[in-house]
């Protein structure tokens, strides 16, 4: 392989010659005048692009199918004022021929340390049954094992596998931090709720070659997702206090702030206002840094859309 | 008892004796410079008012509690610009004293023809996986009991015991009427929609005595009391199939139309845009036949809060 | 003919050779530094596209004009992002060549069926002022002709040729179909409100040979359009009563249900407001429709920018 | 008379004996425990006030109606924490007994200054067509009378007999004055719009004795009624040009600027622009101005709800 | 003095007499039929209530003024709809006859510790320009002196003397707690934004013996107020860097968040939003905090205008 | 040189070979398969351009800044949908080769005209305090000359040099020609208002060879930049009335009418209301202005995004 095999999707400039692995994020058979061509999206951890094989084999035809690793060779034009592969050979990847790192961002923080934060977070729950009702979770391993791959966003903060757990995590140890200004504030209401307010983006994400919405994602909503599996949890726990359900259904459910933003109610406990708040804060520093990274650390950003801003990072001699 | 006896609260003047029977809305026991007095919230089917005992026996002071009925005794007066029943006289009333519609408002529509409708309705589904589902629902006889007792609302629009299930059936057998112009919506999801959008209403209001909001109902909202009902239903039924109980799932969460009237996604689906639509024509008719009937059916409504505008029911004369 | 030259706007891609029919619906004489070219906008009943002639003849620079129906010979190529069609060969279509259906998109409803059954609606009105009202439009039989012509929509919803009579229609006849629950509606102003609601979009757009906003659309607007036409025929029925045409003209004015939609006044009849929720619903279930047949009735729709959102028409082995 | 029958509803205080003339707002027949009584509602130049006559004589129950000026002699108590007049005696008051600018307000500019000003700056437009448009309106005699009479609002600005003409010629003065700046403005459209812009509210409101909306006024709105008008003026001239009559629709339609506030369209033509800034300023500084008087043009105002602020008129020692 | 004296407004009901020290927030003399009568507003650190004297003395008529505390003896009334106090007796009070804490709310946090808080603070700062300019407001003493008395509301949260101070030391420990889990932010910025973001408070309210708006406050705003005062401090700082001094004020300009909330710039620098978030949670708190206080820590709190909700503090049992 | 050199940015079209002058608003060095390439953004009184230099010589690597006039021979191609002109030799610009007003548009009212109408609006200022204040501005030479060469907008009003004092000008001629007809208004605050309200413009626009946001415009806004030095003039004013000072600066703060637009103060005295008023008028009619001259006064305009219409300005023929 020759070092432009290493170049990921952000990189591509037309007219580069590509060699290289993918996920296959979409695939479509269509036809033209000379018969039937294959549309694909291909994806790698740095982004993605429309591909269109003109000439397709056998394997293109019928065996491709989307999530798959595949081997490209092609050519970088343009389509419609977008960047276009050209593929001109495709093949299966062996599964020890690439890194899934290089597929799907990953979380810089080992799944091991994310893993004993949560564990060391939960231990810290003082009240018997919301202490269950949490550890229910990791100790069905099938579960945890998926929470912990799972991301926290498409492409806002987060958006890498492991980034769910991380993000959680920094939550609930942030809501401490801020927990010790206001006395009154039930702790183990914190941890819960930062821990377990994102839970349903398990199922609102796929992340398996790429990330993406699922249906249920979609049509249900990580809120609900997380909502209904809390309710079915605490039913398999004896005698779980329905008035402590209630409450932490209610710190899960209004996390969002604000109705706009797909809560189906607001916060009105004020741990609830503390998840909210901590969710916001550390999501935001999740998108800064990485726009920040980006920049070098200095400067203008160019425009971000979802601030409808651009952003500020100070002068570079200063 | 003398013909004032039957006054109900939206008639009480200022100066009327009253011999009557209330719902015991709220209580609470103050001080003042004669040492302890009682402050009541009373209610019947048509109103509010509150009350004031500045002599209290026993009883009010030890027994008296929220939600008991009352045979009371006492003067109309006015205190800080709004009605005040100065109460002479308080007793628990007998059973066989009073009529509970005398005290709570209830739905026009006898209970066993709600029933019979909800009966008949879910017999029309057509889906085995979904009819089994409803059918769990209304197997339940406490359950379905208490969904033929519920409210709709606490005031806006069948605000009355039996006032879910009528509202129900209503928006089930609407729906298909719309559906008569448009052959491609799925006639079970509509009446699914139709029958169980409110479900969560059961749990979102109290009404024995008086309907009001249930601390269920303001942090967890009846959206998603209905929602994980629904999940722990279908996860009753063996193999319900996932893809299915994800759409039944939105048809519920999207019933409010938009994020804003809190729906924490938004209708995605045409069967989905279809329950919005006939639950805001259900409950708006509901509330302006309410208005209307208040107006003799003609001329202007006073001003109406939560449309903030006034209503116009022709001239009398045309 | 060769097949290729059936091939309709919205199934171009890059290279066709085309030869067929369009609506001219733009026309400019450019100059650049070989001289003059024309450039186009072509239309046929599938979409619009840009096109240009580099070395028109006299027939281009001279006599083509907006709204002809043409044909042409070209290329189809891209421009800026966009396909655009360079035009070999531009003459005009006799009439007897092209079928008006291929170049502007027609209802599915018969004309004469439409014709039916709006006829047959204001049959039902019982109200002789109504009545005469309603049937003075269509006794004037140039303008009957141009409403059963007219289209409800540019893009969205009953975007052809009779779209607004089919769906003047529809509204009424779902109107009469939800007043069947709520006894106390007045089936005369339903009638009324169904079919002349948009009565004004005669003049709203041109659809001679392609559907485009007229300027008097823009600037006054289809719902004052049809009010002041209103008048006008009230105007010459012999005491027509006053207040009558009040409400009548209150129907058509609050029909779009909200200022932020361009109601000068919002609904507070209870006709008003059915009119209002089924012209949404017919309009949405419309536009819903024409979506999901793209999408051939399952999965995913493309994102549409109206409503913000993916429609979902369910699995396809559902 | 004594001079505490000069007194006006604003300076009324507990306990005052009131001997005075007063329009009649409102009036029904109640019953209580002593038979019959009659609740009205008086208003006077400078407000309103709701009364109560307990033991009405036959006049009162027969012949007294809304929209009549009555001497009354009562005692002005307080009830639910409004003031409120009892009437011990009502009649009806001759014609030459008071003076109808003490029963409802009037403007501070002459009639005949107004109506000068209304022809001369018709007088000015160029345009013949326009001119014999806006003629038309002031050579129908009972029209300009009802013009000259009419208010521009019920309490905001302007709201006195003659208030709707002297905004009127306000307006259209001031656009004149702010194209002095602009000189690609049209100033034959200014002077239509400034006359005629607020045409409608000659039957929005009604004036005889008080002013209030009408149902026209609520269920078509002033915009809709001005626009039928102008079509109806315009039909009756002939051969008065089509494109001109849309323009001239249009800066009637969208003087309100917004959807929201009500335009069924928004500025269009910068004519359309310069009426609406107009309309707003000259509203605003009468609203202002008579806040301003209020407050002896000094120091803060009460909170003014519409403009959600309190207003500021600079230090008394300035 | 009786028991009955140390009764604060809160804590009034009708028909208690009272005599106690307020602060005169408000005077007006009046006429009525038997002469001049004096208005007053009268508070104390629990709230305040209109008074009026009937037969003023000469002291009430031509000293008394507002902002003097004086000792009053009189009676609790009602006068449409709300309490209000009748004077019999007021004479100014001296200064060894009250503590200021009944008169005005005082922080819980005694001065010398905020005083210390804030020193500690501004001396962690590394930056000697930043240091320079936040030291420049504490060394002149009469400013500092002020800043800790300031109120940071008059309501909502730290309404109270020396609320101010003990909000701006909170926030900027906040910011420093937040901050540990980011390390990219700049904690100089954090120390300055946490300190400053409310210093133009000091001239928003007047504090003496009441907490109110100052004209100032309304008019100029207390961010611009803020960001004026530093622009001066800076320019007396020898060489002060341009782009240093841009970035501080952008962290005051921008700490309410959005152009909603009276910023007239949005956070644009990741110190500026964690600034933003820090001062939304320790206000939030702030009034959580009192509101839960006034209802035992547990339960419903009354409805709150302000965050158009109640609140729920758990069940007493829990 | 040839007519083709006196191209515009705007006019160019594909394959055009030019030679020009231009601005170099960016400049970035890049990497690609053969090298460095340099990649511009280049600017003149027309619009910009995205540009790049395959093969750099040592003067566009090293030496080539933003800011810098060039003169530049390249080809016009395209790339991702725009316009993108190849560098074939570019070199720094002596300032007697080109016109000024060819790079940066420039005011078509002549600079002395725009200082007298200044100087002589600053002559009608009565207050001798508010004189003197304005007169500052005008008596430091350079400042003056500085804002006499800046801009009031990037692109939509007003956006050349000079354009800012013509608008300050502008806005203070019509506030007194507004004012005629409202005596209470105060003439000084008006002109005060008219010249400075957007004195901080000065700073928000670099103006040099192309009008760019500066970073202090962007952190900290024109509003509050303007606010900061009129305290800072005052402050060097002896004895500067502080109440009056308030006022004026209100006017500054409050003059984007609303805080959504980013007046941290809504207007709250009668002259704010104006010079708000006369701002939105004149900008708009700027605005309006320009894109009626890019369509020869007649027609419809391409669609105005920050207006989210079409604009109208009449047919060709009437």
Redesign the interface.
Known sequence: MTAGNDKKIRDF?I??SITSFFAVRKREIRE??RGKYVSLELGDCTGRIAAVMWEPDQFCLSDLSEGMVVKVRGLVG?Y???KQLTVHQVRPAQDDEYAIEDIVPQSAEPREHRRERILSLTDKIENQDIKRLVASFWSDEEFFDQFLNAAAGKLWHHACVGGLSQHSA?VA??AL??A???D?L?RDYLVFGGLLHDLGKVRQYSVQTAIDFT??G????H??IA??WI??RA?AIESF?A??L??L??II?SHHGT????????P???EA??IY?CD???S??GA??RI?DRHD?SG?SDYVKLLQ???????RE?
């Not at 801003?309 to 002068?315: I, K």
């Open positions: 400039v007219d580069d033209y005048t343009e419609r004022g977008r920094d140890e942030l931090r801020v010790k200004g206001y009154f039930n249906d249920e979609r049509l249900v909503g809120i609900s909502d209904s309710c079915e039913a206090p008035g402590l209630m409450q259904r209610h459910l109705l706009e933003f797909a809560s189906p109610v607001v009105q406990m004020p206002f503390v708040y916001e804060i550390d935001k520093m800064i840094s920040r650390g203008w801003r651009y952003l500020y990072f100070g002068d200063q």
